[in-house]
């Protein structure tokens, strides 16, 4: 399924790419969708909710005792850590950035070469992995049964269940799920008010989504196709490809969300990019070239410096005024001994 | 004049062992105050807070790029961190524990040792120190500029001062004396609500004052004298005396505030301490022995399992419901080029 909506995409902007734009009728493709998308195996609930917001910001669930997922995804920083690349136990400098957990709850798939299905199968991941919060999942079990106060919280969220690894998952990807962006001025012109953005800005659109092609994989409200590509960078790290075994998709990897894409520099899955204007010209200059299975396109994209303001204008309307996040307090570790 | 007030109290608390207690005078020291200390060169304003606030969390400002004041100092666990001992830049193990930033609009010394008199002196030390956030004044500065959006929030804060190390210092102490604990059980009992707190913490309170000597240095509405004091805990670490250098101090550290303290183990300034149970053994059994300057008490305490169970109880009647702290969102590194 997930085949037959990518090829109706790239379809559609193929069309629209050899036609006059029709803004009107592109509009439609960039709605805000109404409902958050759940899993139906752990249904979005205000505990479960709760649950994982406490989980997510838990930093003595890391060897080092200082981490929490809330470290590396910042939500000051977007969800992210504002570095190239990240930075896990004892500080070691890991290979691929931080991706943000905005909206994550139409991800399709995780992590950048998609490994993790879903944000319960992701969730675990970082906590374990040694390069990152290095807590051996059977340790984090120990140390959230020694806090006295989780055994209610997890008994609310999940009665009967216990305090286990599926349970720590559900609820972290259940609070990852409520992390949306507020509307931004895009959305705003999306709902029919025609000053909430410029008209250098509506032009950037219309060229996102023909002559630059970005809307080839950065499609629909969220800016992702939750797919996965190879767009010229020159690195080791084989992506996709690694994780499949599949020598055809190295050097792929998923395709990022642009939400609030002004604030989130460093850019790519390396970091490698400084700017908004350095990304532009790396794929003016047809970075997409190599591999590249949606367009076989090998040339420069040949926009002029005008276009890739329009575009840059156009970028900066998809950044929204989130809300603050309050920081949980967290339950203490021996309050009952005490 | 902190000696002055130091002695007072210590006299008041010496009638209060020897006499019949009357708690309702009593109560009369441990009033909340109606106003937050301010330094008179660093005035309470908005922007200063907010910009403070800002700098509390901005992980940038660390070698790592990923601690900020408040990995340590964290809004979840009373802005300590819940270890034993503070954990630093690459996740090295420090060897005092994490002070509270609770209520330290109230302190009259800062850190362990007392090294730092305002909390304007104590804010940079941290950022500085190769262990803890291991980044160069000069350094950080520079970080700071590259980040358009500061030089606004600064210019708002502290007009024409620009960003320099005094700045950042005093915005960051101006955020920290907006750290105070909410009205607890015991404050609401000290208002006149008798019943605020059971029977058996109110007794707990009598003894806190008088058989137990709690109060000879956890004295009034913050539990803490701001002096110095050697409770007769075995380390290497000589504390005031090694910042000093009088050898008379040696092994004397800080009185920290009881506010929140059963929600804040383990304790001690090494964390030797795992539970209020042990914490109240340890002066049961005349912790206080050596070089206790202020009773020459040699003598343990002899409180018996009801009068620790009554000391406990009243200490729990200090933890407070607090906010839920509201995590900034920071300006972005690159938003000027992007």
Known sequence: MRYRIFLAGFLAAMNLAASEIDLDALKKDYRRPTDIPQNPDNPLTPESIELGRKLFFEPRISASGLMSCASCHNPSLNWEDG?????????????????????AAWNQANFWDGRAETLEEQALGPIAAAGEMNMPLDKMLEVLHAIPGYEELFAEAYPGEGITEETVAKAIANFERTVVSNEAPFDQWIKGDEEAISETAKRGFALFNTKARCSLCHSGWNFSDSSFHDIGLKTDDKGRGGFLGFESMNHFFKTPTLRNVAERAPYMHNGSEATLHDTM???????????????GDIRPLNLDTDEIEAIIEFLKTLSSDDSEMHMPRLPTLIAAEN
Not at 87 to 92: D, I, L, N, S, T
């Open 83 to 103: 570095l190239p690349t990240g930075v896990g136990h004892g500080h070691q400098k890991l290979s691929r950035s931080t991706p943000t957990i905005l909206n």
């Open 281 to 295: 010209e790396l794929y003016n200059k047809g970075g997409r070239v190599k591999r590249d299975t949606l367009s």
